[in-house]
């Protein structure tokens, strides 16, 4: 099975830009054709060149061995990670990742947009793992809004209140 690709860089404005190549998918029966979004990024951030699994081209691995062991000495120095625990915390960042781009793939492919946007890994993020992130356009996601009460169920609420006061 072929793994999504990730590069992430910095547009020529400065802001963020992420560069996501997912394989075909399948959504309800329907064959989906992987999406590459963004603007082409111009560079990496922490991100490792290394072979794709399907031997085609390079992929953008976000999480390898040294970097794990990276982020476990920021924790504490004195940590060690036995071999097991590496892979198995390599294992479930790749099935995140991929979860999170094939669910914004499809999230973008409903909306027929070519590419996918920050909104679309935001709202996969917020819906499926409670997960906010700060600074990327929080106001583009709509909260559900109420619909105006229509007036019979008005009156019929001011009857149900009317009679409960009686009691």
Not at 61 to 73: A, G, S
Request: net charge negative; hydrophobic share 35%.
């Amino acid at each position: 099975m072929s793994h999504p690709t990730v590069s992430l860089g910095l547009n020529p404005s400065g802001g963020p830009t992420a560069v996501v190549s997912a394989p075909p998918i399948a959504v309800n029966g329907a064959s989906i054709v992987g999406l590459d979004a963004g603007s082409g990024a111009s560079g990496s951030s922490g991100a490792t060149t290394t072979p794709s699994p399907a031997g085609g081209a390079p992929s953008a691995q976000i999480l390898d061995k040294h970097r794990l062991n990276e982020l476990v000495k920021e924790v504490d120095v004195h940590e060690q990670l036995d071999e097991d625990v590496e892979d198995l915390l390599l294992h479930i960042a790749d099935d995140f990742i991929e979860q999170t781009v094939t669910a914004s793939c499809a999230l973008a492919r409903h909306r027929k947009a070519p590419a996918i946007e920050v909104r679309d890994v935001q709202m996969v993020l917020e819906r499926n793992w409670n997960m906010y992130i700060p600074g990327f356009g929080t106001e583009d996601i709509r909260q559900h809004k109420r619909s105006a009460l229509n007036e019979s169920h008005k009156s019929r609420m001011a009857l149900i209140r009317k009679t409960m006061k009686k009691y």
